[in-house]
């Protein structure tokens, strides 16, 4: 479904990414995990095209999205939900929600996806008049991932999303991610902390200084200690 | 009391106004991140096409008004596409854009110097006829340029609070990343703010132009006045410089009815100075930049 073939980015002169090439299939949970500053976030960048990649290719369903501005690459199904707070923060829950089924063809579905969203996250509903900026951490990343879920996505990035929170807060995040993943969306995932992602990721990749070093089926790569200690610290 | 009665009518008519000119500036401000130097430019097209177009095709005044705002909207779209547009990935934007659009306003300015000469023009008023509240004048038309003035800025916070297209608006100007994400096309909001915007001075032009005179320069006075407010609002904030246009119109009446038209500008900018120090982040500033 999504496929990247040798991709290349970085920030000005200096280069991050260097030829990173994964798939994701209908409906699978795949996760990349690596360090902090390892590539993770500019990975999930290049793909959505907030930064331009200097090489490789991006496509969904054999579609060529690598050199699309942003909106086009959102329009075509690829949804990112960007680590880190504050979405929008003068805007009410309510609106941030109906920001993200800015797309007409999600705009036109409004309603009933913002049914869904407050049934996954009936604290949202709660909270639908109050401004962004007022909710808590956790509260503030339910509200992206249902942002992200407004949209008419076919693949959802998602970056790091236990960034800053306690953890009581981390495993109701994931547990929603779970339900999302059962809803039977595709799923690329980018985390530093492997326990977080157990049970989650279908299949895995391990990041380090900008390339993939491993790929294997989550199971398998979950179970050698030795090799994630190695890697993730 | 007929003093009293004059600045508060003065001043809620120059607020109307202010409060066009403002949004357009802080919709910009706030979006774009630019200070739009070609602002009072707009302004002084709008006056000028409605004069051209009562004066030289006998168009009805408030066909002739309207055509104005069009075409100040047309030359923001322009202004957009040919000049800023280009200016976006420039790393020096911010300086880039002031001369770019301080040159388009020096260009319109002379335009209109060579094509209607320096003599101040007048337009004919929508509606003639005025009534007397003891020695006050109120004129039919005074009351028609704030009616229509108050029913924009009210339709412009509804746009910007309730559609599509207004909340794209806000979500670009709070976090431009978050909103490229949402598939929001950056490029299409930002042409619709300069035409907004654009329209709104142009339609400020048509409107006071018809109480007073216009002249080649007469864009400069009303956009100093617009930058006074959106400051004074908290720059980007919309309802900020509402009400900062109608509390700055009323402060320049009532200086003008109690010490004199000359004290109206100094007084401005004296007010504004000891606003910078006491509200740095302006009227309804939070000790952050607001935004849309």
Redo the contacts between chains.
């Keep these: 479904m999504l496929t990247v073939n040798g991709l290349t980015a970085g920030y000005g002169g200096s280069q991050v990414l260097h030829g990173v090439s994964l798939h994701v299939a209908a409906g699978e949970t795949v996760v990349v995990l690596g360090p902090n500053g390892h590539g993770k976030t500019t990975l999930l960048r290049a793909i959505?095209?907030?930064l331009r990649p200097t090489a490789g290719t991006v496509e969904l369903d054999g579609v060529n999205l690598t050199h699309l501005?942003?909106?086009a690459i959102?329009?075509a199904g690829v949804?990112?939900?960007?680590q880190g707070d504050?979405?929008?923060?003068?805007?009410t829950v309510l609106?941030n929600l109906?920001?993200?089924a800015?797309?007409p063809e999600?705009?036109a579905e409004r309603h009933e996806r913002l049914e869904r969203v407050f049934a996954l996250f009936p604290r949202l509903a709660e909270r639908r008049k109050q401004l962004a900026r007022s909710l808590s951490g956790g509260e503030r990343r339910m509200l992206a991932l249902g942002?992200g879920l407004m949209?008419k996505a076919r693949v959802l990035m998602i970056d790091e999303p236990s960034l800053g929170l306690a953890p009581l807060v981390i495993e109701q995040v994931y547990n929603t991610i779970h339900e999302i993943k059962r809803s039977g969306l595709s799923i690329l995932l980018v985390d530093e902390n492997a326990d977080h992602v157990a049970g989650l990721a279908d299949r895995m990749y391990l990041l380090e200084a900008g390339t993939l070093v491993r790929e294997g089926p989550a199971e398998e790569l979950l179970r050698d200690q030795a090799l994630l200690a190695a890697y993730l610290g | 009391m007929e003093k009293l009665l004059q600045a508060v009518y003065s001043g809620i008519l120059y607020g109307s106004v202010y409060g066009l000119m403002a949004l357009g500036l802080t919709l910009i401000w706030g979006s774009l991140r630019m200070l739009n130097l070609a602002h009072g430019a707009l302004y002084l097209a709008g006056g000028y096409i409605a004069f051209f177009l009562i004066s030289q095709t006998g168009l009805p005044v408030y066909a002739a008004f309207l055509l104005a705002v069009l075409g100040a909207a047309i030359i923001g779209l322009v202004l957009q596409l040919t000049l800023i547009n280009p200016l976006l990935d420039n790393p020096n934007r911010d300086s880039a854009s002031l001369i770019a659009t301080l040159g388009t306003s020096i260009v319109i300015e002379s335009a209109v110097l060579l094509l209607f000469g320096p003599q101040v023009k007048q337009i004919p008023a929508v509606l003639e006829g005025s009534f007397k509240v003891g020695t006050v004048l109120i004129n039919y038309h005074g009351l028609l340029v704030i009616g229509v003035a108050v029913v924009c800025l009210f339709l412009m916070t509804l746009f910007l609070r309730a559609s599509r297209y207004g909340m794209a608006i806000r979500a670009v100007s709070q976090n431009m990343d978050a909103a490229k994400l949402m598939g929001i096309p950056i490029l299409t909001v930002f042409l619709i703010v300069m035409c907004v915007s654009a329209a709104l001075a142009g339609l400020a032009g048509v409107l006071l132009s018809s109480i007073f005179y216009i002249f080649p320069t007469a864009g400069l006075a009303p956009m100093l006045r617009a930058l006074v407010v959106t400051i004074f609002g908290g720059l980007g904030s919309v309802p900020g410089t509402i009400w900062a246009a109608y509390i700055i119109g009323l402060l320049e009446a009532f200086l003008q009815v109690y010490l004199g038209a000359s004290w109206a500008l100094p007084g401005l900018f004296l007010f504004m100075i000891v606003m910078l120090v006491l509200r740095p982040n302006g009227l309804f500033g939070l000790g952050e930049v607001r935004r849309l």
């Design positions: 959505s095209g907030l501005p942003t909106e959102v329009a949804v990112h939900i960007p504050l979405p929008f923060p003068e805007m609106e109906l920001v993200g800015y797309r999600a705009w942002r949209s």
